[in-house]
């Protein structure tokens, strides 16, 4: 099991190296494994693409489900700021995570057709709707929130930044639901 983790975050990790375009040899690389040793357990990359993004998932939908209780019923601003950090922290200890958000923002695109619709079914039906509900915007304010945090979070997979500003890029997500500058 402990294995298969050091697999997944060596492939989320190769996802952004690469763009996207990255194969077992990358993922033995960047797990500093030999190349049987991940073939083992993943003959293809679309396999470990797959257990990489259903691992992401299951952390977010929890994240999101934890906040939920706690704020359960109608949250007001303040509670969704907190969701924004929470969710920034969440992304910035786990590039798989990161990873359903950043994929959920290109339309999942770089997964291969058959697996492309049951993706953005999940993140709509267990992520996106449910915050949309939680935040009780109808509007298009949730994807404006969603983007300044993937877009922001996106600078530190790829500029190699070490640290989010995580209290600022929060308060620029809540600038963009609520409509405040």
Same mark, same amino acid.
């Given at each position: 099991?402990?294995?298969?983790?050091?697999?997944?975050?060596?492939?989320?990790?190769?996802?952004?190296?690469?763009?996207?375009?990255?194969?077992?040899?990358?993922?033995? =690389?960047?797990?500093?494994?030999?190349?049987?040793? %991940?073939?083992?357990?993943?003959?293809?990359?679309?396999?470990?693409?797959?257990? %990489?993004?259903?691992?992401?998932?299951?952390?977010?939908?929890?994240?999101? *489900?934890?906040?939920?209780?706690?704020?359960?019923?109608?949250?007001?601003?303040?509670?969704?700021?907190?969701?924004?950090?929470?969710?920034?922290?969440?992304?910035?200890?786990?590039? =798989?995570?990161?990873?359903?958000?950043?994929?959920? *923002?290109?339309?999942?695109?770089?997964?291969?057709?058959?697996? =492309?619709?049951?993706?953005?079914?999940?993140?709509?039906?267990?992520?996106? %709707?449910?915050?949309?509900?939680?935040?009780?915007?109808?509007?298009?304010?949730?994807?404006?929130?969603?983007? %300044?945090?993937?877009?922001?979070?996106?600078?530190?997979?790829?500029?190699?930044?070490?640290?989010?500003?995580?209290? =600022?890029?929060?308060?620029?997500?809540?600038? *963009?639901?609520?409509?405040?500058?």
């Amino acid at each position: 099991m402990q294995r298969r983790e050091q697999i997944l975050d060596a492939a989320a990790r190769a996802y952004f190296r690469t763009g996207g375009s990255f194969d077992i040899r990358d993922v033995a =690389r960047e797990a500093e494994l030999g190349y049987g040793t %991940v073939y083992h357990y993943y003959p293809n990359r679309h396999l470990l693409i797959e257990d %990489v993004l259903g691992s992401g998932f299951e952390r977010c939908e929890q994240a999101l *489900a934890e906040w939920a209780n706690i704020y359960g019923g109608s949250p007001d601003d303040r509670q969704l700021l907190t969701y924004c950090k929470a969710l920034l922290r969440l992304w910035q200890s786990d590039t =798989r995570a990161y990873l359903v958000y950043k994929m959920a *923002a290109e339309h999942y695109a770089g997964l291969p057709e058959k697996d =492309r619709h049951p993706a953005k079914r999940r993140f709509m039906e267990r992520l996106y %709707v449910p915050l949309q509900s939680i935040a009780q915007r109808e509007d298009d304010s949730v994807d404006h929130m969603l983007a %300044v945090l993937v877009g922001c979070c996106g600078l530190r997979y790829y500029a190699g930044t070490s640290k989010l500003d995580v209290d =600022r890029i929060a308060k620029l997500a809540m600038q *963009a639901i609520t409509k405040e500058y």
